[in-house]
């Protein structure tokens, strides 16, 4: 009896040992120990034998069982690896393929256009400076010689918190800002920000916008060393051949005050619907600081002198780009940001 139980486990682990795939390995475990393998077999013959010779019996069938398993245990862990090991052969990825797009977004022209402004001036040796949004009367109106019921102060209505504090109508109270704390030190800052103002929206007005405030103050300087700063700003921003003009003009806090045209580039000065015919289009205001500004902040006049400017930064982008309703670079409308994705 033990001889055959040998001869059958031989079998079986011969035919184990030939298994080479999953297929054969299934084969083979059925021949042995499905319902109708072996093994089951084996087991039923037990009832046709006399009641000494069953537990010798039942014991090796046992055995052989757990021989077998044993052997297909094995066997199903170097087929497991196998087929690991094809399967990673085959998923092998090529690093070389292009990537998939990645789906970033652009940035929206007017950070472009004010990152682009911010640079023209730290390259020409400005810092930036930081003021508050809601501001002071103050400091918005009063040190920039603009005092009560003076009539400038209708074109800046503005929203008010209180009788005294209000949302900044423009970005040169941090002029006056940047005097108190430099106090008697030159200064050469720009401070692009927001501003505030109860317009009226329409095509190129918005209750809010943004400019770049800037401002020097040193000795000897002139109202030279303005246009040349803001000739070369110009020509960095729209072209080597874009020209200037200075036209005289009124702000409290320079004098004298001038208003920057850049020629045209639609029509290049000839006159055309861009520029309603007159060859120019405005793009800021600026002037030499007010002596009474200089004064009232901490600087003698007979000794200092600086110059100052307003840019607002969406004109600047409205006339790079092209841009025909300021509202737009507001609505986040995915059309018209999308077409400023690759600059
Ligand atoms: N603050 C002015 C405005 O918002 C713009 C401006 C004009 C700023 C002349 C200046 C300047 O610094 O010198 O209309």
Not at 162 to 189: C, F, N, Y
Not at 259 to 274: F, K
Request: aromatic fraction near 8%; glycine fraction near 6%; hydrophobic fraction near 35%.
């Amino acid at each position: 009896m033990e001889k055959e139980f040998l001869k059958i486990e031989k079998e079986a682990l011969e035919a184990i040992n030939l298994v080479a795939d999953r297929a054969s390995f299934n084969e083979v475990r059925n021949t042995y120990l499905s319902k109708k393998g072996v093994l089951s077999d084996l087991m039923s013959k037990m009832k046709t034998l006399s009641q000494e010779k069953r537990p010798l019996y039942g014991q090796l069938v046992n055995n052989l069982r757990s021989k077998i398993n044993e052997a297909l245990e094995v066997k199903n862990e170097l087929l497991e690896a196998k087929e690991l090991e094809e399967q990673l052969k085959k998923d092998k990825i090529d690093l070389t393929l292009p990537s998939m797009s990645k789906n970033s977004a652009g940035l929206n022209p007017f950070f472009v256009i004010k990152d682009e402004m911010e640079e023209i001036f730290i390259s020409m040796g400005y810092e930036i400076a930081d003021g508050p949004e809601i501001e002071e009367d103050h400091y918005n109106f009063e040190l920039l010689n603009i005092p009560k019921d003076h009539p400038a102060r209708d074109m800046q209505d503005s929203f008010y918190f209180s009788e005294t504090m209000l949302l900044r109508t423009h970005t040169s109270p941090v002029q006056a800002r940047v005097m108190q704390d430099k106090k008697g030190e030159s200064i050469k800052i720009i401070c692009p920000g927001k501003a505030y103002r109860r317009d009226n929206d329409d095509l190129t007005h918005s209750h809010q916008f943004a400019q770049v405030e800037g401002l020097v103050i040193d000795k000897n300087i002139t109202l030279g060393n303005l246009k040349a700063t803001l000739d070369l700003f110009v020509k960095k921003m729209f072209g080597e051949k874009r020209k200037t003009r200075f036209r005289a003009s009124y702000f409290s806090f320079t004098e004298p005050s001038v208003e920057v045209d850049i020629s045209c580039s639609e029509c290049d000065g000839a006159g055309c619907l861009t520029c309603k015919g007159t060859g120019w289009i405005e793009i800021l205001g600026a002037g030499m600081v007010n002596e009474n500004v200089l004064r009232m902040n901490g600087y003698d006049p007979s000794i200092y002198q600086g110059f100052a400017f307003g840019i607002g930064i969406e004109r600047v982008a409205m006339l790079r780009y092209g841009i025909d309703d300021i509202r737009r670079i507001y609505q986040n409308d995915i059309r018209f940001l999308e077409q400023f994705r690759a600059r």
